[in-house]
């Protein structure tokens, strides 16, 4: 996953949207280290939870000065704002699309992949709708009961499927906890996933 | 002083000629007279050019022109069309130069010391723009002069015509040139040459202005009442009469005049528009009509901003592209950067996204004769040159973000590429918000809480959504509620975080919760008002969601 430029979030199901919002910042923070990120929506990508909420997204491990929101009217405005942003060598792109809009189609994806490769920057696909896609992985993304103490609230945590693999075999589910301050996710079973999230040099 | 060279232009038959032009003026053969509303009656205040072979003059009463003329044709002065007339020609005017001052009611004043050489110089320029006034159907003057007081005078007063010119659309089109036909027309005067210097006087431009009356001095009525009244006639004699007398408040007056036509004492006119600090103008031979061709034409022109740009050490912050329709039309582009941009290829992209963008409504079926480019904000380049700029490796700079910013927002619209922004405010929603991308700024950050818990959401609602509780103790979080028509059962909940009215503007205290339901899914939510406090139940919102 380290070395791929293209990857895919959604929500499992229903009420799973800010949970997949969630993994896919995290994800975002993990890789940018000190570049830039930029979130791209289409309108209904940021309609229906919220609005994103800088002092939220500080804590959470996004350098707010090395954020740059585009909210587009249209998706194909999206699109293009996500491929102008891949221009910026190790940035972190974020691509939102709305739940109600189809699944991307295979040749846009496939141009994001490009647009990624050339520049050596990373795209994360926020999409609810599945479809065929050129990205090397597909996370589905479901909340996840806090572990911490009785009536206390931990770290964020996510139930993450992988239903998607190039790389190998897909449909492994983890539950994942996001340590902000280290940026970082930590796996709440044994088995080791750090392999998968841990941000590398793509070119290592 | 340098060779300043000012065009006045005079449009005698204004009002006539607006109205004939628009399909208003009367039938064929009739007279046509403004009239308005004076102390003693009604007086003319425009005629056009078959009135004036008639013998009607201006002043003249309403009554007398109608008994001469009992054809005549009679409409009451419209002064706000006339000025909105006159200020779109102005606008119009700004192909051939930026710097365009409107002189009501009637006149203009171009300053073209900077570009009359894109139009073969000074009096082709001249001839150029009063043969296309003409053409369209106004009757015009037009003069050259080192100062704006002389080009006034020579525009209104010169004597000695050349042969009027002919524009093209007179004879052949009836009405539309019919204003314009006949007596007055274009007088082109023979530039003076540059005043030599302020204190020299400028002999030539004593020639030219020695025999034109008193009035060419634009006097108020107490300056031309004290000169008649002291028997001078004309400029010239105004010159060789002592300056002892013109002690009086009206004599400074006109020697103010006198000495600003002749450039010995300056005059200081408001453009139309601020003139640009730097501008480039093209026109073309061939009007354009493809975008690619208008894009070749900006790149030119973005070029010859930066290397007047480089000269003062800066670069281009904001710029108008004006786009001069063959059609009279302006078409304006404006594009920002945030930084100071020296190069033109960044420039011309930011160009190109909304030229491509404006396509569509750019109307440019005649053709775009004429571009010009104004950097209506420049900004002095900072430290080392362009080229030695550190790119940190295998990672975007500064500047290549801010290129991207400047792509985006040329295309998507400022308010939508946007940077996030604290404020040290205690209202929830006022403690983060967006703003322009564009342009350069101090972001501030917060870091992560060391132990990983976020107590405030990643999203919040503008509007906090109404909850129904369905069970809860008072003073505590609900133990299930209905959002969205969804139950949820509340499984952990962290607060209350208590912000207090005097915070929201005097809006009710709020006691906000942290909960998850039993799904794991987390919400940010908030009691408005205490228990007790009134015979209804405190209401519940959802502000904000967590991950």
Known sequence: ?204 | MTSACWLAIYLPRLATDRLIRSGRGPAEDRPLAIYAKEANGFLLTGVDARASSLGLRLAMSLADARAMQPGLAAVEAEPAEDALALDHIAAWCERFTPIVVVDAPDGLFLDIAGCAHLFGGEEALRDQIARRLLAQGFAVRAALAPTPGAAWALARFAREPSPPLRGRGQGEGGRSGRGANGAVLLYPDRPPPPAPSPQGGGGDLVQSLAPLPIEALRLDEAAASLLNRLGLKTIGQVLRAPRSSFTARAGERAMRRLDQALGRAPEVLTPRRPAPPVFALRRFLEPLFSVETMLIATEALCADVIEKLERRGAGVRRAQLHLFGVDGRDRVIEIGVSRPEREVKPLLRLFREKLGQAADNLDAEFGIEAARLDVVQMERVEGAARSLVAVEAGQASAEKIAAIVDVLSARLGVKRVLRPKLNDMHAPEKAGGWSAALGKQEVITLAPPPDGVMRRPLTVFAQPQPIETLASVPDGPPIRFRWRRVLREVTRAEGPERISGDWLGGAPTRDYYRVEDKQGRRYWLYREGFYGESDEAPRWFVHGLFA
């Open chain 1, 1 to 204: 996953m380290a070395g791929q430029p293209l990857h895919e979030v959604g929500p499992a199901g229903p009420g799973g949207e800010t949970a997949a919002l969630g993994f896919t910042l995290a994800l975002a923070a993990s890789w940018a280290g000190p570049a830039a990120v930029f979130w791209a929506g289409e309108a209904a990508a940021f309609a229906e939870e919220g609005a994103p909420y800088p002092v939220g997204l500080a804590r959470y491990g996004l350098a707010l000065d090395r954020l740059i929101v585009v909210r587009a009217k249209k998706r194909e405005e999206a699109l293009w704002a996500a491929e102008q942003a891949l221009a910026a060598a190790g940035a972190v792109v974020i691509c939102a699309l709305g739940a109600r809009g189809k699944p991307l189609d295979l040749k846009a994806s496939r141009r994001l992949l490009l647009f990624a490769e050339r520049n050596g920057s990373r795209c994360v696909l926020l999409q609810p709708a599945n479809g065929p896609s050129a990205a090397w992985t597909r996370w589905s993304i479901a909340p996840a009961p806090s572990d911490a103490e009785a009536g206390e609230l931990g770290p964020p945590t996510f139930r993450a499927e992988l239903t998607r693999n190039r790389g190998g075999p897909s449909g492994r589910a983890f539950v994942l906890d996001w340590n902000a301050y280290e940026r970082d996710f930590a796996e709440r079973m044994q088995e080791k996933c750090e392999a998968v999230f841990r941000p590398q040099a793509r070119h290592a």
